[in-house]
Every structure is written in C-alpha cells, then in structure tokens.
C-alpha cells in the first residue's frame, strides 16, 4: 500500500514529484486554500490569478497542474478543487478533505512521492487527508484473470501503479494525537482496499473455499479465531439456506466465523456478510447485461471481514464477530428449484420463489447463527436487491433495522465517515405477502418495495431481544462508472468504514 508520513518541512522545501495545494471557489474567483501559503509566495501571491487562467474554478474534485515557480522543490504543482469556500473562521469538512484528497492521490498515479499541502488544521484534518489519499491512491493489479501470460505481463509494466509515498505537510510526527489519526488511518485503509481487492478478483479465483482461506489466513496473522463449516458440516448442523443456495455449484459454500475479543471488552458485535461469490441468479437466471459484475455479490462479506481485522489492528476494546455466509449461486441439476422449500438454520422453512433472492437466504442462516451467542447487537451488510438501487441510487446504502435509536446512530455513524446512506422503513403492511402456503415464510413478497421486503424477510430470524441493523450495499458496492474523489472504479470497500466506526463506538460506550 502507498506510504503515509507527516512532514514537518514546508511545501516549498519539500522533495516531491508534485505538490498537492486546495483551491476553493471565492465570490471573485479561484481562492488558494490553507496550507499552500508557501506555495502561494513563490508564485509571487499570484498562484490563485494563474490557476483562473488556466481555467481552474475550484470546483469540487478539479485537478490543475501547472510547473512549479522557482524556489520549489517539487518541479509540478497540482492544485484540487474544494468546492465552496467556507465562511470567515469555518474550515472544510472532513469528506470535502478526503475527496480533495483521494482525487489528488489518483491525478499523482505512477508517481513516487506528492506532498500534500492540504488545509491540515488539527488530527481529524489529518485523518481525513490521509485516509483520501490512501484510498484514492488504490490500484488493483492481483491479477490478470489467466494466471500471468507473457502479453499481458508486458501490460502490465506499462501500467504505472499507485503513488508510492504521501507526505501531509503540516502535519505532527512527535504529537501524539497526529501520530494516533495517521496510524488508525493506515489500518483502517489497508483493509478497505483488503475488501477491494477481493471484490475486484474475478469469479474463477475466488469461491467459497479460498475466501474462507484468506480468513484464516489473516486470523493467524492478526491473532483472531476462526471457525469454517464445510459442506458436511452445514449439512451437519441443519443450514438449509446456505446449502440451497449453494448446491447448484461445483464450489460449495461455507460459513465462516471469524473472531476479535477484547479482555476489557463490555459489549460485543456480531457483524454478518453476504458472501455470494459469483450470483447467476440460478434457475431463475439473471439476464445478459445483469451477471457480468456478479463478482461483486460478496460484497457484504468483504466488508465484514475487513472490518473484524481493522478492530484487531487498533485494539479496539469491544468483541466483534463476523460471520461470512459464503456460496455460489449457479443453476444445474443440483440446483435449487423455484417452489422448493429449504428448512433453514434454526428450524423456519421457507419457500423460495425466486432463486435470484439468494442473498437473503444465506444470510438468514447466519443470523439466526449469530443470534444465539446473545451480542448485543447484529449488523448485516449485504449487495441484496436492485430495488435499493432504484430507490436510493449507486453511490448510497439503505438502513433498516428493528429499533429506532439504532436506525440513527447508523446513519448518523455513516454520515461521519464519510458514506452516503439513508434511513428505510420496514412497513408491518408488507410482512402479509411474504406468507406462503406451504412453508413458515416465502423469500419473495410484493414487487414493488421490494428492498424492504427483504429487509422484512431478515427481521424474521433475528432473536427476540436483540437490536439488528441491515445495510443494503447495492448501489455503492461497486462503480461501474468512472473514479470520483477517493472511489475508484470497480470494488469499493462500502460499509467497511462505517462498520469499524460502529464497533469503536461501541468500545467507547455508545452504541445507540
């Protein structure tokens, strides 16, 4: 991963390939931000009149780069976009950093070093520049899909990489509370793009027996407990959801538990992903122009992963578990069937009428799993239904959950990392359409409002007594579109941030 230092030295005397300056749109034009004063002076004061005619506004995520004045180090200059200027006394906002930040670090591709003289004024300042950095700077090159041939390794020689080495000028290597915000944010970032890089891998190099083995894996590196049921021992243990999902495949599925304790924990998280491998839809098969991304449906179980192992890596005093319901949904003669009926985990038979719902039914296993050893709250995360996407977009995720308060904190949690998401509502009217006539339940219910109905279908296995959240990570899970700010295109590492803020504010007392 790219390396993050503070640099005591100012932007001018700093060595670099570039140094990275903040311009805001004033009332009279482009307005150099905070931290490229000195930048600003070897421009002779005139750094924000040359940027307007190079035809910079300062508009949120433009990137300008013109050859630096004499009397700097760095030979280019690169000025980001902040948007609006703030008022007199403000300062930015921590996501209008981190964007500022993330399309810097991707403008700087190829590149070995950028100083980043962004508006630093204070450890969350820095916090938020480091972390759009590091995550603007990802890059996934793990693979080429054919196991390496000698064309596309020259391919990939030209391909530049990542900026090797950020700087944050104004920044405090001997304050403790600087040093603390780059460290978490270094922790936090590499298992964001540990999620990334297993969205990213292609369907043929990642089933459910090698995701489970890069969990345990990194259990053993990071000190955690893992638990993997195998096909014989889902069978074994009654989990008809999981197995009717994944019975159609030549790979079968897998439950992972994977496991952080605290010895000075007081409450404990259970967090449970969708790991749907590659989704074909099975029988009720997808269409063409809806399956190529399908990768992308473990999502849910990335960012679950990568968080239990970020709380390893800070220490954070709370139990985290996480549960990764791993399968790959493929129609065969194996197959579940529309109008089967799975007993799933637990006891409760459902009647799956549509084998594209498949997220739900793993996941249903794997809470009512969770649920029996008491946490004292279930987060699930999960790419489940294109109807959240209809209603909320690519770039947010829906909330629902079984308490009021706790609906709040996860969005307000989310809102402070920095990932766009809304409350839903799992309206009692909804619950009659999905009865079915020959099982406890069906995994489909009414068309339309179907996001909620699935988030209705989840509530149904969660444990009386404890609080449960659901995140539907459809829309942002994956950008099919170009990169934005610190978002790069493919996996993106939803959910991941806004999990790890949950569980340190659940080992800091308030969990909502």
């Not at 905070?34 to 508009?59: H, I, N, P, Q, S």
């Not at 906002?93 to 500022?100: F, G, M």
């Not at 009414?446 to 009386?464: N, P, Q, S, W």
Request: proline share 5%; charged share 20%.
């Amino acid at each position: 991963m790219t390396a993050l230092t503070l640099s005591t030295s100012s932007a001018a005397a700093l060595r670099a390939d570039a140094v990275v300056v903040g311009v805001a749109k004033g009332a009279k034009g482009p307005v150099v931000a905070v931290g490229a004063e000195a930048v600003d002076k070897a421009f002779g004061g005139k750094l924000a009149d040359v940027l307007e005619t190079l035809g910079a506004t300062g508009a949120e995520g433009e990137v300008t780069k013109l050859p630096a004045a004499s009397g700097l180090k760095a030979p280019v200059v690169l000025a980001v976009g902040l948007g609006e200027a703030p008022a007199k006394g403000d300062g930015y906002d921590a996501e209008t950093l981190r964007r500022a930040a993330g399309a810097a670090a991707r403008a700087l591709s190829g590149s070995k070093k950028g100083a980043f003289a962004l508006p630093i004024e204070d450890p969350a300042g820095a916090t938020a520049v480091a972390e759009g950095a590091l995550l603007g700077a990802y890059s996934y090159d793990k693979s080429n899909g054919n196991g390496g041939n000698a064309k596309n390794k020259d391919k990939d020689k030209k391909n530049n990489g990542p900026l090797a080495e950020v700087a944050l000028v104004g920044g405090k290597p001997r304050d403790k509370a600087y040093k603390a915000a780059v460290e978490r944010a270094t922790a936090l970032v590499a298992e964001v793009n540990r999620a990334r890089d297993l969205i990213n891998t292609p369907s043929n190099l990642l089933n459910p027996a090698s995701f489970a083995a890069e969990a345990v894996a990194a259990a053993k590196e990071h000190g955690l407990k893992t638990e993997v049921l195998d096909e014989k021992a889902l069978k074994k243990g009654g989990y008809g959801g999981i197995l009717g999902v994944g019975q159609g495949s030549e790979a079968p599925p897998r439950l992972v538990r994977i496991a952080y304790t605290h010895p000075k924990a007081e409450k404990t998280l259970a967090l449970v992903g969708k790991g749907i491998t590659y989704d074909s839809g099975g029988i009720s098969l997808k269409p063409a122009g809806h399956n190529e991304t399908m990768k992308c449906d473990m999502s849910g179980a990335a960012a679950v992963f990568a968080a239990v192992v970020t709380a390893a890596k800070l220490g954070l005093r709370v139990n985290l578990t996480g549960w990764l319901a791993l399968a790959e949904n493929m129609p065969s003669g194996s197959a579940t069937r529309p109008g089967d009926v799975l007993s799933m985990y637990g006891g409760k038979t459902v009647e799956v009428l549509n084998t594209d719902a498949e997220g739900r039914l793993v996941l249903a296993d794997a809470i009512t799993r969770a649920g029996e050893e008491k946490p004292d709250a279930i987060v699930d995360v999960a790419t489940l239904t294109g109807a959240m996407v209809l209603a909320l977009g690519n770039r947010t995720f829906g909330i629902m959950t079984n308490d009021e308060a706790f609906r709040t904190t996860l969005h307000e949690i989310a809102g402070e990392v920095g990932e766009p998401s809304w409350p839903m509502p799992l309206p009692d009217h909804l619950r009659k359409g999905i009865d079915s006539p020959v099982a406890d339940l069906a995994n489909m219910g009414e068309r339309m409002g179907g996001g909620l109905v699935a988030g209705i279908f989840l509530k149904e296995f969660v444990a009386d007594g404890i609080t449960w959240g659901h995140l539907d990570i459809a829309g942002p899970a994956f950008n099919e579109s170009g990169p934005f700010g610190y978002t790069p295109k493919g996996g993106t590492g939803a959910a991941v941030r806004t999990l790890v803020r949950l569980a340190e504010r659940t080992a800091d007392g308030d969990l909502g």
